[in-house]
């Protein structure tokens, strides 16, 4: 009895994601048929486990705590997970069935989600897609801490406990408002790129850390006018001419509109960075993971040759 009171279990974590979405007890108590006494004993009894307070009460509802919030993402993955192990047992290797959770950087994801998703409608229409497009660093310990099925990330010969597939080296590219006076050349070196006022990521991001390497290596300074997290801002920065900003090709296709925009390829030296598809070693692919697997891979490597990812496709 005492070893079933210091485990997690998984109805715990329910009622605590329950919580979390529903902004209350009560509303959790409805949600979930159960009385709220109950609800909040469980909780209780969550937060001793934990050792830490999970969430705050206050008129305006429930909020959680900085581990309520790490350990209800927990939460999420453990219990989609086990909702993909019943899919599965239902599913077939003809018809697959069940949640894929992927993650994709926002300018992969824009380029390839319509099209896997009209896919996925048309050759298995029991496959729930499920999408994360934060941070690659975000991506890569999730991928890491085993929550994602798969997804496509830069560098992922530095994650831990990851199986990976290069797709692309992909080339950086300077993006700058087009100037209808004159042409530009298809090519700008790094110095004369780092010479202009920029907007880019902070070094959170990792294009702006493979950025900052190539510039220390150069010997290049570069002029950072705008640090930005949102890849909105930078868009806006770039469209009204306050700044040129340093990305990948998907990037500069789909948040421009086609001929508001300048793309030139950086050389002297030339900023590439390895691209792959990358899952978790100790995660036995489902079905539908797989299928979804093959069906992004494809569209990624169809976009590699057809240049609408501009890069050297890797073995």
């Keep these: 009895m005492e070893y079933l009171r210091s485990t997690i279990s998984l109805r715990q974590l329910r009622y605590l994601v329950a919580i979390a979405d529903a902004g209350s007890f009560s509303a959790a108590a409805q949600r979930t048929h159960v009385a709220q006494p109950a609800l909040s004993r469980q909780v209780a009894v969550l937060e001793a486990r934990i050792g830490s307070r999970l969430m705050e009460r206050s008129r305006s509802g429930v909020t ?24 599965e047992l239902r599913s077939s290797a003809s018809r697959p069935a069940g949640v894929v959770a992927i993650a994709l950087p926002p300018s992969v994801a824009s380029m390839l989600v319509p099209k896997v998703v ?22 890569g310990r999730s991928l890491q801490g085993n929550l994602l099925d798969f997804g496509i990330v830069p560098m992922a010969d530095a994650l831990v406990d990851v199986d990976y597939e290069p797709l692309v080296r992909e ?24 010479r202009l006022r920029l907007a880019l990521p902070p070094r959170t991001f990792h294009t702006r850390r493979v950025i900052d390497e190539a510039a220390l290596a150069a010997h290049v300074s570069l002029d950072v006018a705008y640090e930005q997290r949102s890849l909105t801002t930078i868009v806006s920065l770039v469209r ?65 040759r057809e240049g609408r990812w501009a890069g050297k496709p890797l073995p």
């Design 64 to 87: 959680l705590t900085e581990s309520g919030m790490r350990l209800c993402n927990f939460a999420r993955g453990i219990l989609e997970r086990m909702a993909s192990v019943e899919s």
């Design 171 to 194: 080339s950086m590219l300077l993006v700058e408002r087009r100037e209808r006076s004159r042409p530009a050349p298809a090519t700008v070196t790094f110095a004369q790129a780092a």
């Design 118 to 139: 009209r896919e996925l409608e048309r050759r298995y229409p029991d496959i729930e897609l499920r999408v994360e497009d934060g941070l690659s660093l975000d991506n």
């Design 240 to 304: 009204d001419g306050l700044a040129a900003t340093i990305t990948n090709s998907p990037a500069a296709q789909q948040f421009w509109k086609p001929g508001a925009v300048t793309v030139r390829r950086i050389v002297k030296p030339r900023i590439d960075r390895a691209i792959s598809l990358a899952r978790p070693s100790n995660r036995t692919p489902t079905l539908a993971a797989q299928a979804v697997y093959d069906i992004v891979r494809r569209f990624a490597i169809e976009a590699v």
